[in-house]
């Protein structure tokens, strides 16, 4: 079983949609969780850090569920410039705070 | 600033040649990471240096050799690579290293190709 497990998709939907990912990591040890957008030939960009139950940020909800080990991402008004892959990253606790990617999520928002 | 540079962006180089990745950040970070990247897959850590030296080496082959000349700078030095290494090879950053609550931020790359 990964670590960190991300259903790759790809969702697709249209602009003005809601949109939720969800991840979920295997070690009760994890204890940081980020999410990171990355484009098509670029370099992952931290999107969201999710340090408590949740936080939110514009149209982005992330929210930690310690008890089940799953992390969310919502989107909200998807726009065109949302269509990205998103990846689920972790720090496990005393692991030198190395990240643990999950394969990435592919959201493509249509017109 | 969340700035990280990485020079080249493109390296093209034969299985003979010596090149050399640079990376640069002045975020007084003293962190500094080299990620290789596939396509459609995430990015997979190589080395870690922290206060400037060598904290981890994924089990790199050694044909890949890091160097951190000082606390803004990494480079990663190539030597008679092989065609599967052919991939993004991106630098990051992050306040320390071994910290939980480490945002890592990311270079755009250099995308190598190995002929």
């Known amino acids: 079983r990964k670590e960190v497990e991300q259903d790759p998709g790809p969702f697709n939907v249209p602009e003005g949609a809601t949109v939720a990912f969800n991840c979920t990591y295997s070690?009760?040890?994890?204890?940081?969780f980020f999410w990171y957008r990355q484009d098509c030939r670029k370099e992952p960009k931290l999107l969201m850090s999710?340090?408590?139950s949740g936080n939110e940020d514009g149209r982005f909800t992330a929210q930690l569920n310690r008890a089940s080990q799953y992390i969310s991402l919502l989107i909200r008004d998807s726009k065109l410039s949302d269509s990205a892959t998103y990846l689920c990253?972790?720090?496990?606790?005393?692991?030198?705070?190395?990240?643990?990617f999950g394969q990435g999520t592919t959201l493509q928002v249509k017109p | 600033d969340t700035e990280v540079t990485q020079t080249p962006k493109h390296l093209v180089m034969g299985m003979t040649n010596k090149k050399s990745l640079k990376c640069e950040q002045h975020?007084?970070?003293?962190?500094m990471y080299w990620y290789k990247q596939k396509a459609k897959k995430p990015p997979e850590l190589m080395f870690v240096?922290?206060?400037?030296?060598?904290?981890i080496n994924e089990s790199v082959p050694s044909r890949f050799s890091p160097e951190c000349p000082n606390s803004s700078l990494l480079n990663l030095h190539l030597h008679a690579l092989q065609p599967e290494d052919s991939a993004l090879y991106l630098c990051?950053?992050?306040?320390?290293?071994?910290?939980?609550?480490?945002?890592?931020?990311f270079g755009p790359g250099t995308r190598l190709t190995v002929l």
């Open positions: 240096y922290s206060y400037e030296k060598l904290s």
């Open positions: 999710v340090y408590s």
């Open positions: 990253v972790v720090i496990v606790s005393g692991n030198t705070g190395k990240l643990i």
């Open positions: 990051a950053s992050s306040q320390v290293a071994g910290d939980a609550y480490n945002e890592q931020f």
């Open positions: 070690n009760s040890a994890s204890q940081s």
């Open positions: 975020m007084g970070h003293r962190a």
